[in-house]
């Protein structure tokens, strides 16, 4: 089974520009997540979509932060303009859904390097 | 609010036992353990649910102390390959919304 994609695995850029990620989840999972993992911390969570809905975004920051996932299947995050302190891995992770004891499954994330 | 993990790090030779601790601040509906190496994605390692169900892998072994609001992870007989930071994630109303702690640095010596 193939695990959680994401790309590109790393990216740098000048503050102020605009960046996206992308993420393929694993097949048939309906729950998908954007973490934000700041070195030497936990994952924070960004949002959380269930199928094409977005179930929880409070700890995204909407003036700058978007994301989608159209169709259920894959999804973008989206940094416009990027800061200094949006360095930081951006993980994405996917589950079955719909039951409290279903595992995350993590891709290996895009580090991202904002100059 | 973010969990609390103990210790923050700690290095054990080859073959010695350790113990990870995670305290919640709020009831919690389940516990996730999750191994993370440098550069790699996090590893699922165990979920431990209100209740006492448990699903995870066979070699890990964990406890969830409803009451206190604690989960501890038991790693015995460590080899090279536990080495990573641990992370555990809590879960406060059963909807998969995880909240991940400030994670244990494991280093395993031979």
């Known amino acids: 089974e193939a695990g959680v994609a994401q790309s590109p695995r790393y990216k740098i850029i000048e503050k102020r520009q605009s960046v996206a990620f992308w993420c393929n989840p694993i097949?048939?999972?309906?729950?998908l997540y954007w973490y934000q993992q700041i070195l030497g911390q936990g994952p924070k969570l960004l949002i959380q979509?269930?199928?094409?809905?977005?179930?929880?975004d409070s700890q995204l920051p909407k003036d700058r932060f978007s994301a989608e996932r159209l169709k259920g299947v894959d999804s973008t995050l989206k940094i416009q303009p990027a800061k200094l302190e949006d360095s930081a891995v951006y993980l994405c992770?996917?589950?079955?859904?719909?039951?409290?004891?279903?595992?995350?499954?993590f891709g290996a994330g895009t580090r991202l390097s904002v100059l | 609010q973010q969990p609390v993990q103990s210790p923050q790090a700690v290095i054990l030779r080859e073959g010695e036992d350790a113990v990870i601790n995670c305290s919640s601040s709020?009831?919690?509906?389940?516990v996730h353990w999750y191994r993370q190496k440098h550069g790699e994605a996090p590893v699922f390692l165990m979920i431990?649910?209100?209740?006492?169900e448990q699903k995870g892998h066979e070699k890990i072994s964990a406890s969830f102390n409803e009451k206190k609001q604690q989960s501890s992870l038991y790693l015995t007989a460590s080899q090279l390959s536990y080495s990573g930071t641990y992370f555990c994630?809590?879960?406060?109303?059963?909807?998969?919304?995880?909240?991940f702690g400030t994670g244990t640095r494991l280093t395993i010596i031979p």
């Open positions: 979509f269930q199928n094409n809905g977005v179930v929880d």
């Open positions: 994630g809590t879960d406060t109303f059963g909807n998969e919304k995880l909240t």
């Open positions: 992770a996917s589950s079955s859904g719909g039951r409290a004891k279903n595992i995350q499954y």
């Open positions: 097949s048939g999972h309906a729950t």
């Open positions: 431990l649910l209100k209740g006492g």
């Open positions: 709020k009831a919690l509906y389940s």
